[in-house]
C-alpha cells in the first residue's frame, strides 16, 4: 500500500435498507484488513437488525445520541466519543433517540463485503 490522502466524496451518500445513510470513507481491496464507512442515523429512526459474518465493527460516535442493542447487552444510550464493539455474528441495532442526526464510523474488520450481511428481520 502506498501512502496517500482520500477525501470522501459526501455526495456518494446513499440511503440502505438498514434505514441509515452510508458514506463510504475506506473500503478497498488495497487494505482487505479493514474499512470505515459513516454511517447517519435521522431522528426517531431505528437500523433494521442485523449481524455481520466473520466481521468485527465498531461504531465510533461521532455527533447526536443513540441506544444501541448488541447481543444480549441491554439497551444503552451512546453519545459523541463513545465506542461500541460488536463481535462477529453478534445481533445488533441503533435508535436515534435524539433531535437530530446521529452520526458515526462504522470500523470493520476485515474490511465490510455485503456477503457478511445478515438480515435478522423482514426488510
Same mark, same amino acid.
Given at each position: 500500500?502506498?501512502? =496517500?490522502?482520500? =477525501? &470522501?466524496?459526501?455526495?456518494?451518500?446513499?440511503?440502505? &435498507?438498514?434505514?441509515?445513510?452510508?458514506?463510504?470513507?475506506?473500503?478497498? +481491496?488495497?487494505?482487505?484488513?479493514?474499512?470505515?464507512? @459513516?454511517? @447517519? #442515523?435521522?431522528?426517531? #429512526?431505528?437500523?433494521?437488525? =442485523?449481524?455481520?459474518?466473520?466481521? $468485527?465493527?465498531?461504531?465510533?460516535?461521532?455527533?447526536?445520541? /443513540?441506544? #444501541?442493542?448488541?447481543?444480549?447487552?441491554?439497551?444503552?444510550? $451512546?453519545?459523541?466519543?463513545?465506542?461500541? $464493539?460488536? +463481535?462477529?455474528?453478534? +445481533?445488533?441495532? #441503533?435508535?436515534?433517540?435524539?433531535?437530530?442526526?446521529?452520526?458515526?464510523?462504522?470500523?470493520?474488520? &476485515?474490511?465490510? @463485503? /455485503?456477503?457478511?450481511?445478515?438480515?435478522?428481520? &423482514?426488510?
Amino acid at each position: 500500500m502506498r501512502a =496517500h490522502i482520500v =477525501h &470522501p466524496d459526501p455526495s456518494s451518500e446513499f440511503y440502505t &435498507p438498514e434505514r441509515c445513510f452510508i458514506l463510504e470513507s475506506w473500503n478497498t +481491496p488495497e487494505d482487505e484488513g479493514l474499512s470505515l464507512a @459513516r454511517a @447517519r #442515523v435521522q431522528p426517531g #429512526v431505528t437500523t433494521a437488525l =442485523h449481524a455481520l459474518r466473520a466481521t $468485527v465493527e465498531r461504531y465510533l460516535i461521532l455527533s447526536g445520541s /443513540g441506544i #444501541v442493542e448488541v447481543d444480549t447487552l441491554p439497551p444503552t444510550t $451512546v453519545t459523541a466519543g463513545d465506542i461500541v $464493539v460488536i +463481535p462477529a455474528g453478534k +445481533p445488533q441495532r #441503533v435508535t436515534n433517540n435524539g433531535e437530530t442526526d446521529l452520526v458515526f464510523y462504522a470500523i470493520c474488520t &476485515p474490511r465490510f @463485503r /455485503g456477503s457478511a450481511y445478515q438480515a435478522l428481520e &423482514p426488510q
